[in-house]
């Protein structure tokens, strides 16, 4: 009696692990809820500063080198999403992006933001990101130079695209690298410019 329990508990924890697995799911036409919070990984010879994964398909950073973008095609990549600007890209990265990520048969999204008037923070980016995401094939890097502007984008996706709180958007968003805590009074940040409207809770410590 006691084995055929076993057996059936294990049968039911291998029937529960794809369940579980497709809980992580952040990318493709019919995303699953809710999002997990991020984990820190090592940014050793990949990325300029900040590497986070987000869920099973989802890796969030700063400038990618040519080995990270190799690797991360290796572990199932298949859209990479680069906010820089072309002034910033001519200035600080030594290889073409665009052309890598092409040749290694990747799908290159760009959508260059500054916060200025050439290149704002805006809904029409939010949406051109969150439409990314919703066509993407495979796994999905998010990068700008060290993540905060990645990070606000990020946040702004949970609020609008997948129903989270604010408070949880700000929390999974700070732990990358949201760095909101000393806004000083009537600044507009990014997070609210993507949306359209201020975000209870931004530009305070949590706990505030």
């Not at 869920?55 to 950073?61: A, Q």
């Not at 495979?138 to 606000?152: E, M, N, P």
């Not at 940040?189 to 305070?204: A, C, H, K, T, W």
Request: with cysteine.
């Amino acid at each position: 009696m006691h084995r055929q329990f076993r057996s059936a508990a294990l049968a039911a924890l291998l029937l529960a692990l794809p369940a579980a697995a497709a809980a992580q799911r952040l990318t493709g036409a019919a995303p699953t809820a809710p999002p997990p919070a991020p984990v820190e990984l090592d940014t050793t010879g990949m990325f300029l500063a900040k590497f986070f994964q987000v869920g099973d398909d989802l890796f969030i950073g700063g400038q990618p080198t040519e080995r990270a973008l190799r690797e991360l095609r290796a572990r199932g990549v298949t859209t990479v999403i680069n906010l820089r600007t072309p002034p910033e890209m001519v200035r600080d990265v030594r290889f073409n992006e665009d052309s890598l990520v092409r040749a290694l048969g990747m799908r290159y999204v760009y959508i260059p933001m500054r916060g200025n008037e050439e290149f704002p923070y805006s809904p029409g980016a939010l949406a051109t990101f969150a439409a990314a995401m919703r066509s993407s094939e495979g796994k999905v890097l998010l990068h700008c130079t060290i993540a905060w502007r990645a990070s606000h984008l990020w946040a702004a996706y949970l609020i609008q695209e997948r129903g989270i709180s604010a408070e949880t958007a700000l929390a999974h968003s700070r732990a990358i690298n949201l760095m909101d805590a000393h806004r000083m009074d009537g600044d507009r940040q990014p997070l609210e410019q993507f949306l359209g409207r201020p975000v209870p809770g931004l530009g305070r410590p949590a706990g505030r």
